[in-house]
């Protein structure tokens, strides 16, 4: 399995930062899944009044969150990270467009941000405010994924190429996780009717069977990074947002059973008929 497994991957980079930040990645990520799962979910969405214990809801009020429109928000969580892999492209075009790998790889960082804030503007329907600290800590999270992807790739350059090519593969895991994503928050969006602000059962598309479809294609499209990069700092990022995303769509799913009696059992959390 380990060999399999140094046939995907460029050797690691000489850089004891990024190699330790490929460490901690993971644990880190699958904690933070594993609190949402216990119920400390992290203050935006449908979970930003939704308070699981006493003991949550008493630090929540006591700390007086700053609040700002969840619109703006979200433009703070993504705009950062799309503007980094964009400035990438200005600062090194060389680079850019002369090694294939980079190229999809900040193509596919650039479209999936990009994605991401057109869909704040244009798409998603908001119900309220998100805390401010939120968005903050989640744009700091975005950025400093998306450059050091970049980075790790960009560290890769001159290295033995992975016997096993995945690049490609890699690019067409990303269109069908974007487009996946895409299509279920329009889905998400059509809920709603202009100015109502209450939740209601998702339906269409893959909502009949996983209540957090749009998940599972996000999982999807890190995986395609990771096998567009094939860095072993690439694989730690979409395995520990992977272990994330599992915790807060348990998470979604005990939500949506707590406030609605006609949920439908059956309706899995991630995977059809699976999880």
Same mark, same amino acid.
């Given at each position: 399995?380990?060999?399999?497994?140094?046939?995907?991957?460029?050797?690691p980079?000489?850089?004891?930062?990024? =190699? +330790?930040?490929?460490?901690? &990645?993971?644990?880190?990520?699958?904690i933070?899944?594993?609190?949402?799962?216990?119920?400390? &979910?992290?203050?935006?969405?449908?979970?930003?009044?939704?308070?699981? &214990?006493?003991?949550?809801?008493?630090?929540?009020n006591?700390?007086?969150?700053?609040? *700002?429109?969840?619109?703006?928000?979200?433009?703070?969580?993504?705009?950062? *990270?799309?503007?980094?892999?964009?400035?990438?492209? !200005?600062?090194f075009?060389?680079?850019?467009?002369? /090694?294939?790998?980079?190229?999809?790889? =900040?193509?596919?960082?650039? #479209?999936?941000?990009?994605? @991401?804030? $057109?869909?704040v503007?244009f798409?998603?329907?908001?119900?309220?405010?998100?805390?401010? =600290? +939120? *968005?903050?800590?989640?744009?700091?999270? %975005?950025?400093?994924?998306?450059?050091?992807?970049?980075y790790?790739?960009? !560290?890769?350059?001159?290295?033995?190429?992975?016997?096993?090519?995945?690049?490609?593969?890699g690019?067409?895991?990303?269109?069908?996780? !974007?487009?996946? &994503?895409? %299509?279920?928050?329009?889905?998400?969006? #059509? #809920?709603?009717?202009?100015?109502?602000?209450?939740?209601?059962?998702?339906?269409?598309? !893959?909502?009949? #069977?996983?209540?957090?479809?749009?998940?599972?294609?996000?999982?999807?499209?890190?995986?395609?990074?990771?096998?567009?990069?094939?860095?072993?700092?690439?694989?730690?990022?979409?395995?520990? +947002?992977?272990?994330?995303?599992?915790? @807060?769509?348990?998470?979604? @799913?005990?939500? %949506?059973?707590?406030?609605?009696?006609? $949920?439908?059992? /059956?309706?899995?959390a991630?995977?059809? %008929?699976?999880?």
């Open positions: 399995m380990e060999s399999l497994f140094l046939k995907l991957v460029f050797p980079p000489p850089s004891l930062f990024l =190699n +330790t930040l490929s460490v901690i &990645n993971l644990p880190s990520f699958a933070g899944g594993f609190s949402e799962f216990r119920g400390n &979910n992290m203050p935006y969405s449908k979970f930003l009044n939704s308070v699981t &214990n006493n003991f949550q809801k008493q630090s929540f006591k700390e007086k969150k700053t609040e *700002a429109p969840s619109r703006l928000g979200m433009l703070i969580c993504y705009t950062p *990270a799309f503007l980094a892999s964009v400035a990438f492209f !200005l600062l075009p060389q680079e850019s467009y002369n /090694d294939i790998r980079m190229l999809l790889l =900040n193509s596919a960082l650039a #479209l999936h941000f990009f994605k @991401r804030i $057109f869909e503007l798409v998603h329907k908001y119900s309220g405010n998100m805390v401010l =600290n +939120t *968005a903050i800590i989640i744009g700091i999270s %975005y950025l400093s994924s998306t450059a050091s992807l970049i790790a790739q960009h !560290l890769s350059q001159g290295l033995a190429e992975p016997p096993i090519d995945l690049k490609y593969i690019f067409v895991l990303f269109l069908i996780g !974007l487009s996946g &994503n895409f %299509y279920h928050h329009y889905l998400l969006s #059509l #809920l709603r009717e202009k100015g109502e602000k209450k939740y209601k059962i998702p339906k269409g598309g !893959l909502f009949g #069977l996983v209540i957090c479809p749009h998940y599972l294609f996000e999982i999807i499209e890190f995986l395609g990074f990771s096998f567009i990069s094939q860095t072993f700092h690439s694989f730690s990022i979409a395995i520990g +947002t992977m272990f994330y995303l599992v915790g @807060r769509s348990c998470a979604t @799913r005990q939500w %949506y059973l707590s406030k609605f009696e006609d $949920f439908p059992q /059956d309706v899995k991630l995977i059809p %008929y699976v999880f």
